[in-house]
Structure formats: structure tokens, C-alpha cells
């Protein structure tokens, strides 16, 4: 049965949270799990899948999508009791995150944060007025909670560090290999289809004459492209062939896109599938009803060959390494998927033994937060 506080809006897939309760349920929740997911982060390096600069790197985003959720979460924290107090608007069906619109607003409203606050009375001052309201006039200062809101979530953003839908690309050398100069390019967006966030890890060897992050030609060129091609519709092959391609003097050697969800709660998300019965038959209090999903597709260059480009002339290309059974569809060496869940979901999710949740690999929330991988 449907939250009677959650309202399905004109697109199917997307619901309003307009009960401030249930608003700030659903952000203490995410906060919770933007808070483990750091920690999977940690046990994924631990068994030499991440190395320690990309831990840090992905741990970066993690941090940076905390805070954008933090923000929202000052922005809609009246929600249902301050009069013309915005509605979060979320992906109920797909992916449990807010949909795409939310961050492209929050950039806007980022980038004028200082001439709002200029605009508006101090913390110390809002809440003064609160107590002399509250004692002369013996009513709720529903209106000034709201200016202290907003003042939080543009102070949120004037800080920086946020999740927007574009973050753009960034290099960070690793090591000479011979006369070519080994990066790791990395940038990340926030899926407009899917609503997620999503994150690319791209190794690449460099052999032209400026390193790549130094060089005015081609970093603008290489960025550019790299986002234009940030999309969860296409595969990692074709990104990679596109790179090797376009760019003579880079040389791609790895390349994987890491889905940060979706997240699925009995309480805020419509599911359907083993996922829904592993929910329901949890029967799990609210900071535990939830669990994330965590993609990573990993393409591998097997080998360089050179092959002839024009009539006159030969590049070096990238031989890709696809899985057997999978590679071809996928456009991939392999994907893993990840589910990170509490205990109680975890048990639910043991005794269905669903075919298609079996061979997730799965983390569980345990006592104080700790993160143990399940066997």
C-alpha cells in the first residue's frame, strides 16, 4: 500500500515527499547509507580491487555526495508545514534516488549562494527571533524555520564539495611506464535516465610530448569528450574504442564505470522481484528497511597492435579483453554486483535464495556500522 505521505506526480516514475517527517526520513536514511558506502569502499581495497589512490579518489565522490545530500536535506526540511516549502522529488521505481532535475537546481542555486545569504539574516539573529515569537506571540515560528532552512542549505553550498550532475574529469599521475606517463583520469556524473550517480575510472598512458593534465590542446578536448560520452546507455567498449580512436597519442588500458545504486526500501520505493519479497519478508524497522545495489563493469585492454590508419600511415589500438559468455552484450571483461544491506534484510535475502540475488556479492551492516562481507 502506498505512503499516503508519498505522492506519485504526472511522471510515473517520480513521487513527491510532502510530509516533513517522511522528508526527514528519507534523508537520514541516505545519509546512513552514504556513510557505508565509504566503508565498502574500504573492504574493496582491502581485497586488492581498488588500489589506495583509487579508494581515496571514490572516496572523494562518496563525500561529495553526502554533502549534496546533507544540502537537499536543509532545503526540504519544512516540507509540509511552512507555507510555498518546496517538495523533494525522487525516482520512486528506478533507482530510490531524487531524480536529475534536483542537483541541475541545487548547481543553480549553488552558483548564486553568496548573493542569497547577503540577502538574508544571520543563524544567531533567526533563532533570537524565533524565542521572542515564541514567547511573546505563544505560536510556532513556522516562517522563520523556514528562512533558517534555506540559510542552512545555501551555507551547505556555499561550502562546496558537492554531487552535481556533471563533475568533470580530473588526472592523476601514477608512474613513468618507459617513455610513456601512466594516469588515472577520473570524473563522474549524475545519470539523467537512470538517476544515479555514476563513476569512471579511466587508466590511460600517455606518450605525447606535454603530460596530458599540463597540455592546453588536448586536456580541454579530452574532458569535453570523456562527458559527452558519460552515458549508462552505452557500453564501456564503445566509449574505449571512441577514445583510442580520437586521441593518437593516448593509449586507454582499463576503463570501469562503478553504479553507485539503486537504493530499494519497502517504505519509499516501488520494487518487484525477489528484492520486494526480500523487504517484506524482513519486516525491518526504518533506519534498517533499505538495501543498495553497487555495479562495477570493468573493461580490460589485452593487448596494443599496430594497425594501419590511412593510406599512409599506422596507429597503435587497444585489443580488448571481453568476457566470453557475457563481453559481446555487455561490452565488458566483467561486471560485478554489489547489494550492501543491513542484517535483518540480509537474513530475508539467505532464506529466499532468489536465482537472481545469489550471486550478488554482499556486504552486511553489522552492530556500530561495521561492514562484513558475507561468505
Do not use: C
Amino acid at each position: 500500500m502506498p505512503d499516503p505521505s508519498i505522492k506519485e506526480t504526472l511522471v510515473n516514475d517520480h513521487a513527491e515527499l510532502y510530509d516533513t517527517a517522511i522528508a526527514r526520513r528519507y534523508f537520514a536514511k541516505f545519509d546512513r547509507i552514504t556513510g557505508h558506502l565509504a566503508r565498502v569502499a574500504g573492504e574493496v581495497e582491502a581485497e586488492g580491487k581498488l588500489t589506495r589512490t583509487e579508494a581515496r579518489i571514490l572516496g572523494r565522490y562518496l563525500a561529495s555526495l553526502t554533502a549534496s545530500f546533507r544540502a537537499l536535506s536543509h532545503k526540504y526540511l519544512m516540507t509540509g508545514l511552512a507555507e510555498g516549502a518546496p517538495r523533494l522529488t525522487f525516482d520512486r521505481h528506478e533507482s530510490g534516488f531524487p531524480v536529475a532535475q534536483e542537483l541541475m537546481v541545487m548547481a543553480v542555486d549553488a552558483a548564486q549562494a553568496g548573493k542569497h545569504l547577503q540577502g538574508m539574516a544571520s543563524e544567531t539573529e533567526l533563532k533570537d527571533r524565533m524565542v521572542r515569537q515564541i514567547v511573546r506571540d505563544l505560536t510556532v515560528p513556522t516562517a522563520l524555520q523556514f528562512a533558517l532552512s534555506q540559510r542552512l542549505y545555501y551555507e551547505a553550498l556555499a561550502a562546496g564539495g558537492l554531487f552535481l550532475t556533471r563533475n568533470d574529469p580530473d588526472a592523476q599521475w601514477i608512474e613513468d611506464r618507459g617513455p610513456r606517463r601512466h594516469f588515472l583520469v577520473h570524473w563522474a556524473v549524475y545519470d539523467t535516465q537512470a538517476n544515479l550517480p555514476v563513476v569512471y575510472l579511466l587508466n590511460v598512458e600517455d606518450s605525447g610530448k606535454k603530460p596530458l593534465p599540463n597540455d592546453d590542446r588536448r586536456w580541454p578536448l579530452v574532458s569535453q569528450g570523456l562527458v559527452a560520452q558519460s552515458l549508462t546507455g552505452l557500453k564501456l567498449l564503445t566509449i574505449a574504442q571512441g577514445f583510442d580512436k580520437d586521441f593518437e597519442a593516448l593509449h586507454p588500458k582499463r576503463l570501469r564505470r562503478l553504479t553507485l545504486g539503486p537504493m530499494y526500501s519497502h517504505d519509499f520505493t516501488l520494487q518487484s522481484g525477489p528484492i520486494s519479497t526480500v523487504l517484506t519478508n524482513a519486516a525491518a524497522p526504518d533506519g534498517d528497511d533499505w538495501a543498495l545495489v553497487w555495479t562495477v563493469e570493468d573493461l580490460i585492454s589485452d593487448r596494443e597492435e599496430e594497425v594501419k590508419d590511412g593510406w599512409f600511415s599506422t596507429a597503435n589500438r587497444q585489443i580488448w579483453k571481453l568476457d566470453p559468455l557475457t563481453g559481446i552484450d555487455t561490452g565488458t571483461s566483467r561486471t560485478e554486483r554489489m547489494v550492501i544491506l543491513p542484517e535483518r534484510p540480509f537474513q530475508a535475502m539467505t532464506d529466499l535464495n532468489a536465482p537472481g540475488l545469489r550471486d550478488l556479492r554482499k556486504f552486511v551492516v553489522g552492530a556500530g556500522g561495521r561492514i562484513l562481507p558475507a561468505v
